[in-house]
């Protein structure tokens, strides 16, 4: 089945720098790889996810690159705000067919 | 309402007690999950159930775990016999079956 690794655990930033997480999946029939950010006490939100046709995908200050030979994607948030203070899962599953596996999280404190 | 909702949000039972979290998801979606999170670790997941497909139940972690879903909407996890180690956040989410998963904001169950 699929595994997902996720790092750093943990990232502090200063208020304005760009934060990056790395991810990594074994499966390479895997073809979606959302980002979801988790607040204190709620749910993971989806905030950005990209699927196998493309290589990178924008969303104002945060953007998501993926390389499917090497089998690793990555988050980029820029000009970091207090409110980015979360937890940030990445996942990965062959769309449809199989459940979204997570990784185990990174804790992305910034740092006003 | 909207949203993925559970209850109950907060369970403590004693150890040996059988327990039932449920989970009302977005009304039309087809797909329905169950992940647990436990205390500073990613998002494990349970079990899947798409539309009247058999269900995934390959994350189930003994077979003192079980989840119905019942005429396609509601859904309850049942844990018997509870153990300390099954004290977690166990989160629902729904999608339409492809893309965004929407979660509840959990159950919070404590085993003593």
């Known amino acids: 089945g699929e595994n997902v690794e996720q790092h750093p655990s943990t990232l502090s930033v200063q208020e304005g720098d760009s934060a990056v997480i790395k991810c990594t999946y074994s499966d390479s029939a895997s073809n979606y790889f959302p980002w979801y950010k988790q607040e204190l006490g709620k749910g993971p939100q989806l905030i950005i996810d990209?699927?196998?046709?493309?290589g990178e995908k924008k969303d104002q200050r945060i953007a998501v690159t993926l390389n499917k030979t090497a089998k690793h994607f990555s988050l980029h948030i820029t000009e970091t705000q207090p409110e980015d203070s979360a937890v940030y899962f990445c996942?990965?599953?062959?769309?449809?067919?199989?459940?979204?596996?997570f990784g185990k999280g990174t804790r992305l404190s910034v740092i006003a | 309402g909207a949203g993925v909702s559970q209850s109950p949000s907060n369970k403590v039972t004693e150890k040996g007690k059988d327990v039932e979290l449920r989970c009302d998801p977005i009304s039309g979606h087809t797909a329905l999950y169950w992940y647990r999170q436990s205390l500073g670790q990613g998002l494990e997941f349970l079990i899947y159930?798409?539309?009247?497909?058999?269900?995934?139940k390959s994350g189930l972690p003994s077979d003192r775990f079980s989840a119905e879903r019942t005429g396609g909407s509601v859904s309850t996890l049942t844990i018997q016999r509870t153990q300390q180690e099954d004290s977690a956040v166990y989160l629902c989410?729904?999608?339409?079956?492809?893309?965004?998963?929407?979660f509840g904001e959990g159950s919070r169950l404590t085993v003593l």
């Open positions: 990209i699927r196998s046709n493309v």
């Open positions: 996942a990965a599953s062959s769309e449809g067919n199989t459940p979204l596996v």
């Open positions: 989410a729904s999608s339409s079956g492809v893309g965004e998963l929407f």
């Open positions: 159930f798409q539309g009247n497909s058999a269900p995934d």
